[in-house]
């Protein structure tokens, strides 16, 4: 899942091109080998989106716009802080929901590193002391206890710079926007402002088809359909492939997805008719006028 | 569900007062202090206008400073219109440190995009 977002990182950055797409043999992870360790995606949320993310099945990792997100940052407001021996918990308020971030206090660092970072273990003074009601941005992994959510924070830190609250918000959203409906369209490398730009003010017309684009061409060609099969159609379309086009196994390991969550992609794409299946029902190309 | 502070601009006042069926009046707002009247004071928004605010004993704002008000949506006395009465508020200092806009585009997102921000109140 975070294969395309790094893409799209790139397309933020000024990346010229149709804003997102596949480049060929950039992921080689093989579809069963995907685990919490190798997805190292950090993924911008609002707690209400942390409150909000799915299990689809227990311990299954957590999904958010059926995106799995494992390593997550937020920020907000904290509201209580809670030190115990063995970690500090810290409740967080982004004025959408509150979740607690607990950080484990790691003996060894506490006591023996004091280098410039200031209170390196959680809980210590320093200048990177976490104040109540004060601004703070956590890093870590959704997680649960009994029914109770929270998160595994890696990293809390103070946020001392507006900017950088606002910021995050909208690129929860922009990240959403992602998720939910592709990649900007229209790419012509504008760079952050652009990209997010469009995203917010193309949304004029209300509803989830036709938004992003996957790029010029798919953007119009694709009608509204899940992230998963934009993704197989974005890479039907930029993989090299003979005419037989490409096959549902080879299509699920080069996009880290197991294989039901292809094979209901291409269903949903072989429905809308942009896709055919060519030697055999798991074979398919992109049907081209 | 936990509270829900929704971020606003002076404009969305009158849609988050009480006389309106919304479940929530608390809401949030940037402004930078530009007036202190004993218990009440005016926040000025970037160019969006001014709001008044009903303070508490306990907030401590300074003139100049900008400042984020959590806050209930009330009437004010004497029939001046709709302002906030202040449940928390946090000084971020200089103003000019702030881009206003990126503020209104956070408003304009978090308001269009509403499912990952607020729990939808219709």
């Known amino acids: ?25 950039e992921m080689n992870s093989p579809a069963g080998g995907k685990s919490d360790y190798n997805n190292a995606t950090l993924r911008p949320i609002t707690v ?20 799995e997100a494992v390593s997550v940052t937020f920020i907000g407001q904290v509201r209580n802080i809670s030190s115990q021996s063995t970690n500090v918990t810290y409740k967080i308020d982004d004025g959408t929901g509150e979740i607690e971030a607990k950080q484990w206090i790691d003996s060894m660092t506490a006591d023996t590193m004091d280098t410039d970072d200031g209170g390196k273990g959680p809980g210590q003074p320093g200048k990177n002391q976490i104040e109540l009601n004060g601004y703070a941005r956590v890093f870590g992994k ?8 929270f998160v595994g924070a890696h990293c809390v830190r103070p946020v001392t710079n507006i900017n950088e609250v606002h910021c995050h918000l909208l690129e929860a959203t922009a990240v959403h926007l992602f998720f939910t409906r592709g990649p900007p369209g ?25 938004m992003g684009g996957m790029d010029d061409f798919a953007g119009k060609g694709l009608p509204a359909m899940s992230p998963v099969a934009r993704r197989v159609f974005s890479l039907l379309k930029t993989e090299p492939q003979s005419n037989e086009g490409l096959h549902a196994q080879l299509i699920a390991a080069k996009l880290s997805l197991p294989m039901p969550d292809v094979a209901r992609a291409g269903d949903e794409l072989l429905t809308a008719g942009v896709i055919f299946s060519t030697v055999d029902e798991q074979t398919w190309a992109i049907l081209e006028f | 569900m936990s509270l829900q502070t929704p971020r606003i601009l002076p404009a ?14 608390t809401v949030r707002i940037l402004g930078t202090v530009t007036a202190l009247r004993g218990d009440t004071a005016t926040i000025t928004c970037g160019n969006n206008g001014d709001v008044t605010l ?18 209930k949506v009330t009437d004010l006395d004497g029939g001046q219109g709709v302002g906030i009465r202040v449940l928390g508020s946090m000084d971020w200092g200089n103003p000019a440190d702030c881009d206003y806009k990126i503020y209104e585009q956070v408003v304009n997102a978090s308001h269009r995009f509403k499912t990952i921000f607020y729990d939808s109140d219709e």
Request: glycine content about 26%; hydrophobic content about 30%.
């Open chain 1, 142 to 149: 959704l997680k649960s206890f009994g029914n109770k959510r």
């Open chain 1, 48 to 67: 209400k989106q942390a409150l909000d993310a799915i299990q689809p099945y227990p311990e299954a990792p957590y999904q958010i716009d059926s995106a």
């Open chain 2, 12 to 25: 969305h006042l009158v849609a988050f007062h009480p006389s309106t069926a919304r479940s929530s009046h």
């Open chain 1, 1 to 25: 899942m975070d294969s395309g977002f790094n893409n799209y990182g790139g397309s933020f950055g000024g990346g010229g091109g149709g804003g997102g797409g596949f480049v060929p043999g």
């Open chain 2, 54 to 71: 009903i303070l508490k004993p306990d907030s401590h704002l300074q003139m100049g400073k900008l400042v984020e008000i959590i806050g």
């Open chain 1, 186 to 210: 229209g790419g012509k490398g504008e760079g952050a402002g652009g990209a997010l730009g469009g995203g917010l003010k193309g949304e004029g017309a209300k509803g989830d088809a036709s």
